[in-house]
């Protein structure tokens, strides 16, 4: 009889990435499934692609299950029929309904990349950068039918700099939770670490991001636009419009720049600073931005963007409608 920790991983996003490349790789674990959602179309083109998890898992010789929806009685029966001790989610994208919630023997553990009860819901990660937060981190927590509420198994602090892209962190607290991944399911399965009913009084919740939420606003502080174009890199993106003197409108992407906390430019107003677009922004403050993405156009600086308009200066408009 085999004493190897058998489970069913669940995950898409990049997060996800190097906790399932541990738990494969942990001799104390019985990889018996690995399960993403479905390829979808993407870029200009529309080509089908695979979730990020899909495609590195695959890339390592992992086969991957595709599922429109796992709360359907054929697949809560699939999974059924392996008899897993445990199910690990992480960023999956599916709400996981009682009945799949009751297949494994011990339970399900989801990895979810806040420290909780902070930030529950859909952007734990956006939502801390736009919060400027100097701590965020990742937590082993048992699900449960409500939304990211059940008792917590372990948490695991990241200090921030402040200077983090959503991207890069979203990878670094991927790392991080790898370190702990299989010891940490051990240990629940069997009974040497607890869970601990998280603190109600302290709970916030983040929703899901749409566009729109990158759409910035010249009347906000330069540190809060800055906190975007971190917070939304590279999705959605801190979104400005502007036009140029003939007034032409130009749709752009902020996406690398540094806040100025004092400055005489009106909110939306330009000048050009050492090569450098500065933009006024609220509270006296302005945002010089180094790099950005025009629309349908690639990564470029801001002296290029400005060269690219023949030397004008643009002028922003204060709501963009993107």
């Known amino acids: 009889m085999s004493n190897l920790l058998k489970v069913v991983f669940l995950g898409s996003g990049p997060i996800a990435i190097p906790i399932l490349r541990a738990l494969a790789a942990d001799p104390r674990i019985e990889l018996q499934a690995v399960i993403s959602q479905l390829d979808r179309p993407a870029g200009r083109k529309r080509v089908m692609t695979p979730t990020p998890l899909t495609a590195s898992a695959e890339e390592a010789g992992l086969e991957v299950i595709r599922?429109?929806?796992?709360?359907?009685?054929?697949?809560?029966?699939?999974?059924?029929?392996?008899?897993?001790?445990?199910?690990?989610?992480v960023s999956f994208g599916q709400i996981l309904k009682s009945t799949i919630l009751a297949v494994p023997k011990v339970c399900c553990v989801n990895v979810h990349a806040s420290l909780l009860p902070r930030y529950r819901g859909a952007s734990p990660i956006t939502q801390a950068l736009l919060n400027r937060d100097s701590e965020t981190g990742v937590c082993f927590m048992q699900m449960e039918r409500g939304l990211d509420s059940g008792p917590v198994y372990r948490t695991i602090p990241v200090?921030?700099?402040?200077?983090?892209?959503?991207?890069?962190?979203e990878m670094t607290l991927g790392e991080k939770?790898?370190?702990?991944?299989?010891?940490?399911?051990?240990?629940?399965?069997?009974?040497?670490?607890?869970?601990?009913?998280?603190?109600?009084?302290?709970?916030?919740?983040?929703?899901?991001?749409?566009?729109?939420?990158?759409?910035?606003?010249?009347?906000?502080?330069?540190?809060?636009?800055?906190?975007?174009?971190?917070?939304?890199?590279?999705?959605?993106?801190?979104?400005?419009?502007?036009?140029?003197?003939?007034?032409?409108e130009l749709n752009i992407s902020i996406c690398s720049a540094k806040c100025l906390t004092a400055s005489p430019l009106p909110p939306g107003k330009c000048a050009e600073v050492s090569g450098k677009l500065v933009v006024g922004c609220g509270k006296n403050s302005a945002l010089e931005i180094h790099e950005l993405i025009p629309s349908g156009g690639k990564r470029m600086t801001a002296a290029a963007f400005r060269n690219g308009m023949r030397g004008e200066l643009p002028e922003f408009i204060l709501e963009a409608e993107i």
């Open 67 to 89: 599922a429109a929806d796992v709360n359907t009685p054929e697949f809560t029966g699939y999974l059924d029929s392996l008899q897993p001790d445990m199910l690990c989610v």
């Open 159 to 169: 200090r921030l700099k402040g200077v983090e892209y959503a991207d890069s962190l």
């Open 177 to 248: 939770a790898a370190e702990y991944a299989a010891e940490t399911l051990c240990k629940i399965a069997d009974g040497s670490l607890t869970a601990r009913p998280q603190d109600p009084a302290l709970v916030t919740v983040c929703r899901k991001i749409s566009k729109r939420d990158g759409m910035i606003n010249w009347l906000d502080d330069a540190k809060d636009i800055e906190a975007m174009t971190r917070a939304f890199f590279p999705w959605p993106g801190a979104a400005a419009k502007c036009r140029n003197s003939a007034g032409k």
